[in-house]
């Protein structure tokens, strides 16, 4: 099965700062997903990335707050801009190896944010 | 109401128990149904997807029930590798997935 990597796997920022957070897999696919998953809780989708097309965010998430890029079918970024306190969480992304059908969601290792 | 709701736990049970998770969905529309597991401080994984008719992979049991809209998973003779979260997931049959919050285990010696 592929594999799927991010990076950094941590990192501690001051609120007003922006953090990209990268997604690689080691095979094509069309569909890449941004969860967000907060202490306790479970994850939120955050938005879906088709390579070629703009991002579709959920209700709850824009694209000036979290700007996402998919240059190309292996790799994707999330931006978490202009950070506050409130965005300390654990950044996730995800590839569904499938489109017509669900089969399984492949996660990334995930990205612990802590904003000071 | 919640999309997905899950019995948040901690269930705390003793090696060799049997435990069962519930959990109910509120789309009627849904078509695929899954259980994921999440260990902590990493990613969920697929434990196993939940078929009409039940399936069962080893000590663990799935059941689905559409008409009431619930999903369950039994776990018998319970290790302490079996310590975890236990996320519902729930398809929509489009582009949406979606995870409940999650039942806590734990397996005590």
């Known amino acids: 099965s592929a594999v799927i990597s991010q990076k950094p796997s941590r990192d501690i920022c001051q609120r007003g700062t922006s953090l990209t957070i990268q997604c690689q897999v080691d095979s094509q696919v069309t569909m890449m997903f941004w969860y967000r998953q907060q202490p306790g809780q479970s994850l939120t989708l955050i938005a879906t990335?088709?390579?070629?097309?703009?991002?579709?965010?959920e209700s709850g998430f824009v694209i000036d707050k979290f700007p996402i890029s998919r240059p190309n079918l292996t790799f994707s970024t999330l931006t978490v801009s202009n950070m506050s306190p409130e965005d300390s969480s654990i950044y996730l992304c995800?590839?569904?190896?499938?489109?017509?059908?669900?089969?399984?969601?492949?996660f990334g290792p995930g990205t612990r944010l802590t904003v000071l | 109401r919640k999309e997905v709701e899950q019995d948040p736990g901690p269930f705390n049970v003793p090696e060799g128990a049997t435990v069962a998770f519930n959990c109910t969905y509120s789309n009627s529309a849904s078509q695929s149904f899954f259980w994921y597991r999440q260990d902590c401080r990493k990613e969920p994984k697929l434990l196993m997807s939940v078929y009409s008719s039940g399936n069962e992979d080893g000590r663990f049991t799935a059941q689905l029930n559409r008409a009431s809209q619930y999903i369950s998973l039994l776990i018998r003779d319970s290790k302490l590798s079996d310590s975890a979260t236990y996320l519902c997931?729930?398809?929509?049959?489009?582009?949406?997935?979606?995870f409940g919050a999650g039942t806590r285990l734990f397996v005590k010696a």
């Open positions: 997931v729930v398809w929509d049959g489009g582009f949406k997935t979606i």
């Open positions: 995800s590839f569904q190896p499938r489109e017509d059908s669900y089969n399984e969601q492949f």
């Open positions: 990335a088709n390579q070629g097309s703009e991002a579709t965010y």
